[in-house]
């Protein structure tokens, strides 16, 4: 009967829609990790690399004929009880010259606590120029109540880094992760 | 199939409650925008009140916040999104020859679920205005930007979630529900190349809401795992990105407002060549362009988000697509006035409201294109002329689509004729209102006033009291609108419609009486 057939016409295309609607509802999550790597990729949106350098190029050399001034901001975010601030406000720098730097953070509560910091970079164009060997903002930082420690972080500018790039301001914003790590929750994917 | 049992409908509240007739239902829907509509202009009228002046008088700034959030989230999905739903409803299945929609028992649900949806969104407004010490309605923007909707959104977010959730169900339902249809359920012959343009413009909107509401469920389901669940997806102290979410919101909302003009088009495509008395021009150059114009809108989100930061390459990808949209948009414009030239027109009412949607729409589009110049929409970001711009393309253009449908088939719905005199008067009224309202926008927005603030520097001053005077008088030309559709719909006072209604009206809808009876089109007709 002409009735019937139309039903399971009915029925497979509602079907196909409803995959259609599923797929989509998974995109917008796909989004997320897509979002990452494109970011990390193109070295955009101020992301620096989020994993240690190992493979510092043996041949790099040092560009003496400019320097760039590498600015840092610290911050230490709505409800976040400690102090942070760089040792130096900021520092000159050749491309290709490897420079070590020093953070300082304080935690003035009596509790212990579990911080993680957050890099940004401006500008966006000199990200993926930013090459990390060594830094604090790879890892969680457990302090106890009242601890203290000194942070370093290594650091080279990729001697291809434009010449129009003067400035660079790496920002560090410190958040409280200490409920989050304690119920043994999502550890930060800035650490994988 | 001729059995009698379907002929004795439910009466009463069952008949409405537990209705699956497609008009039944498409009069639910056009009856609950409507309302919506009205609420959603009184929030306005706070907005209005507390901007005429300078300084604060009726509202602290927080309520004012809460105001301007509701207020563009009840408009959109509340009174645009189900008005066309309900228009599809009720013209669909009458304009391909079919008996109902394919799936009438989900079209009931997909009503009822939106009252519910609602309540729990106007129930949060209320509790905040009139319970004193009650936390905040939501109060981030129809935008719901992360993290104010996540780290500071007020307690009232979870339900705003759950209404989101819920509207998105329902306009998933309803878009099945239409594509289903015109597959499957088309008369013989009905082509896919002979469907009215309408159907056609509803049919691509159907599936911009299947691909994009998902999205926005998504988005909303992430900020309650934010919220609740220890996720941080939006959340730079987990390694996640607030960016991301403005990412993910607009690549649902920018098709979203195709899908709120899409239907749009349709309607002027079908008024425009009854009262030029002239078949469109250009018919398949429409469909085209209405299928480039959803294609396109996949790919110019970030157009929104200019002054986030992006590099170079995105933002001129960003600005040159955007552009590309003026040329599918350009075609149609072109296309209706096409239509019109050397036509026999005559201009009864539906005819002034699709006039005055094209040229109006028209204004608010070009301004689109000023604002897709990157540069360029670095001073006008955030600032009144956007404003200007979306009210331009969505209250002159989508709702007077709107007011252009009701009263092009009011008569079919309700069998008489609308009330000429008070119709007129809706007309002019809105149309000077409107221009009054928004049209100053535009200039105190460039001279740098910022949007979804309570307060604005004094050389703003008098333009915001003119504007405030067009907002209140816009807002009562409404009442004649109501006052119009009572009369026909319940009084049932006025001539009485003959079932062509118009002289050159052409379409399958026109050959059933008017009023249109419960039943329409149990043996499909022929379409030659």
Not at chain 1, 174 to 181: K, M, Q, S
Not at chain 2, 305 to 316: H, R
Not at chain 2, 396 to 412: E, T
């Amino acid at each position: 009967m002409a009735d019937e057939q139309l039903t399971r016409r009915t029925r497979l295309s509602v079907a196909k829609l409803l995959v259609v609607c599923v797929c989509m509802f998974g995109f917008a999550y796909a989004l997320v990790p897509l979002y990452d790597v494109i970011c990390e990729a193109l070295g955009i949106n101020g992301r620096t690399n989020s994993v240690a350098i190992v493979d510092v190029p043996e041949d790099m050399v040092k560009d003496e004929d400019r320097t760039v001034l590498v600015q840092f901001v610290t911050r230490a975010a709505k409800d976040m009880p400690w102090d942070f601030e760089p040792m130096e406000r900021s520092v000159r720098v050749h491309p290709g010259e490897i420079k070590a730097v020093n953070f300082r953070v304080r935690n003035r509560t009596g509790e212990d606590m579990v911080g993680q910091a957050i890099p940004s970079l401006v500008p966006g164009q000199a990200a993926s120029h930013f090459k990390k060997t060594q830094c604090f903002c790879f890892d969680q930082q457990p302090l106890m109540a009242n601890g203290e420690e000194v942070m370093p972080m290594i650091f080279y500018l990729d001697p291809a880094i434009p010449r129009s790039v003067n400035t660079i301001t790496l920002s560090y914003t410190l958040y409280d992760i200490t409920e989050r790590t304690s119920v043994g929750g999502v550890a930060a994917r800035q650490t994988r | 199939m001729a059995d009698h049992h379907e002929h004795h409908a439910p009466t009463g509240w069952r008949r409405w409650l537990l209705s699956t007739n497609h008009k039944d239902i498409g009069s639910l829907y056009l009856w609950f925008s409507f309302a919506m509509f009205l609420v959603g202009g009184l929030l306005a009228m706070v907005i209005r009140a507390e901007l005429m002046y300078p300084g604060m008088q009726v509202v602290d700034p927080d309520f004012f916040n809460q105001m301007t959030t509701t207020h563009g989230l009840i408009m959109v999905f509340g009174a645009v999104m189900p008005a066309f739903v309900g228009l599809a409803n009720w013209m669909i299945p009458l304009m391909i020859g079919a008996p109902d929609m394919a799936l009438p028992r989900m079209n009931n649900w997909s009503f009822w679920i939106l009252p519910a949806a609602f309540s729990i969104l106007i129930g949060s407004v209320l509790m905040s205005a009139f319970g004193p010490g009650n936390p905040p309605a939501p109060n981030f923007g129809w935008t719901f930007y992360a993290p104010l909707s996540t780290t500071y959104g007020p307690a009232s977010t979870d339900f705003f979630i759950l209404s989101v959730h819920l509207m998105g169900i329902s306009s998933i339902m309803g878009a099945i529900n239409v594509i289903v249809t015109v597959m499957n359920m088309r008369a013989p012959g009905m082509t896919m190349m002979k469907m009215p343009l309408f159907v056609w413009t509803w049919l691509i909107t159907a599936f911009l809401l299947i691909a994009v509401m998902p999205v926005l469920a998504g988005a909303v389901t992430m900020m309650l795992t934010d919220r609740h669940f220890g996720t941080s997806f939006f959340d730079a102290a987990g390694g996640g990105d607030p960016v991301l979410f403005q990412h993910i919101f607009w690549f649902f909302g920018h098709p979203e407002v195709y899908i709120m003009i899409l239907p749009a088009f349709g309607v002027v495509s079908a008024i425009i060549p009854t009262f030029a008395r002239k078949p469109l021009f250009g018919y398949a150059s429409m469909v085209y362009a209405t299928a480039s114009i959803a294609l396109l809108s996949f790919v110019v989100w970030a157009h929104h988000m200019f002054t986030v930061g992006m590099p170079l390459a995105g933002m001129l990808f960003f600005m040159y697509m955007t552009m590309l949209i003026s040329v599918p948009t350009g075609v149609k414009v072109f296309n209706w006035v096409a239509t019109m030239w050397r036509g026999s027109l005559t201009f009864e009412l539906p005819m002034k409201w699709a006039l005055a949607f094209v040229i109006l729409f028209t204004i608010g589009g070009l301004s689109g294109l000023m604002l897709s110049i990157t540069p360029a929409d670095f001073q006008y970001h955030d600032s009144y002329f956007v404003v200007a711009h979306f009210h331009y393309v969505l209250v002159s253009g989508a709702i007077f689509s709107m007011f252009a449908a009701v009263y092009y088939w009011l008569p079919k719905w309700s069998g008489v004729m609308y009330d000429k005199f008070w119709g007129e008067v809706h007309f002019w009224s809105s149309l000077i209102s409107v221009n009054l309202l928004f049209f100053p926008m535009h200039f105190v927005g460039l001279a740098g006033m910022p949007r979804r603030y309570a307060d604005y520097a004094l050389q703003f001053a008098d333009y915001n009291w003119w504007i405030s005077i067009g907002a209140f008088w816009f807002g009562i030309s409404q009442l004649f609108l109501l006052w119009v559709l009572i009369k026909a719909c319940f009084l049932k006072k006025g001539e009485k419609a003959t079932d062509e209604v118009w002289e050159g009206a052409e379409g399958l809808e026109w050959t059933v009486p008017s009023p249109a009876p419960f039943h329409t089109f149990d043996t499909p007709p022929v379409v030659k």
